[in-house]
């Protein structure tokens, strides 16, 4: 049976190396590469991954949106106007795929890993061909692998180092009717939203309103504080201290019994009308057992790091209200960063300010 995913590559490599596979010779070349590929494929990924509840909705993922063959060409146009860094190509369709199928959150980590594989296998399906064209794909899905297997490595570093705490933490759960992932749910997060590299963001400072001459740590003090309020200009750098939050509060041992949770508000009012929901819908899908009772449970403890993103851009000026007011309700126990523009600064926000800590990004 024909292998869609396979034969997309396929396609891709007599469009982009026609030279190489022209005439007899050629095609006989193509055809070797792609028994190659499909042996990698049956035995890296098949084999392995084939009996996964989610595969087969990957699987089809990957087809319909030409997952595999875009990021190739991505990464292989260099032009100024439609080139985009590869962990953002990849970042992009991962999302999206999180998006079309939520059930599948859970297993965020390993979806990255069977990505990771497919490179692999048509690297290896390439490398000896001694073609200029086929170079240029063979090097390209080269960088994209290694790329990839350093982030996941990377994130399964970082997790081992707190695993010991999180196991300390999910045996006290055990009593409970629900069982919380906290292992996926941390992996999960940190493929998502995986830190900025240098080149593509410039650091920003950031101070207190009330004492704006001494540069702060916006964890230690929403440890300390509670509750943050970030503010800045558009392209200040307000997600990059977000995600940057989220990234340390996955990491950091002083946190290992509180749960991130990251809400970019662009999504209220279109995947959830409140955000007691939006947290539900956030890691409902790690949650083995009743879910609701374990999210409302853990947000009355204060055991949440909630981060949202972005309130001015939320689409509709009525849901921005709505939003503004479910976030002002929030119990000051919980440890919430807000980041928004300034001039969208509210009277509700002000209000709720009052009592918070207010950052400024320069």
Known sequence: MENPVVSKI??????????????????????????????????????MYGNKTFYNDWDHFLVEYDVICNIINNCCDESVFNYKSKSQTINYYMHLFVENYPQ???????????????????????????????????NAVKELAQGLSYELQDIKSKLEQIDGKVDTLV??????????????????????YPQYSADEYL??????????????????????????LVLGEAGYGKTYESVTLLQKACTNENMHTLIPIFIPLQEYGLLYSDIIGGIKYKINYFCDGRADEFIEEKLKEGKCVLIFDGVDDIAQEIDQK???????ILPHSIATIISLLQRVLTVIMENWAQKRSIFLLH
């Open 203 to 228: 650091e920003r400072k950031i101070y207190s309103k009330d004492e704006q001459d001494v540069q702060l740590n916006a964890l230690d003090v929403l440890l300390r504080e509670k509750s943050v």
């Open 171 to 192: 045996g006290r759960q055990n009593h409970t009717s629900t069982r919380f992932l906290f292992d996926e749910y941390r992996k999960y997060l940190l493929c998502l």
């Open 322 to 328: 709505n939003s503004m007011q479910n976030l002002v």
């Open 10 to 47: 396929i396609e891709l490599l007599e469009e982009r190396c026609k030279d190489a596979f022209s005439g007899l010779t050629g095609k006989i070349k193509l055809c070797c590469i792609k028994r190659k590929l499909k042996k990698g494929i049956s035995n890296e990924i098949l084999l």
């Open 104 to 138: 599948h959150s859970s297993h965020y980590y390993e979806i990255s890993v069977i990505l990771q594989r497919y490179f692999e296998a048509i690297y290896r399906a390439l490398n000896k061909s001694d073609n200029a064209e086929t170079r240029v794909v063979c």
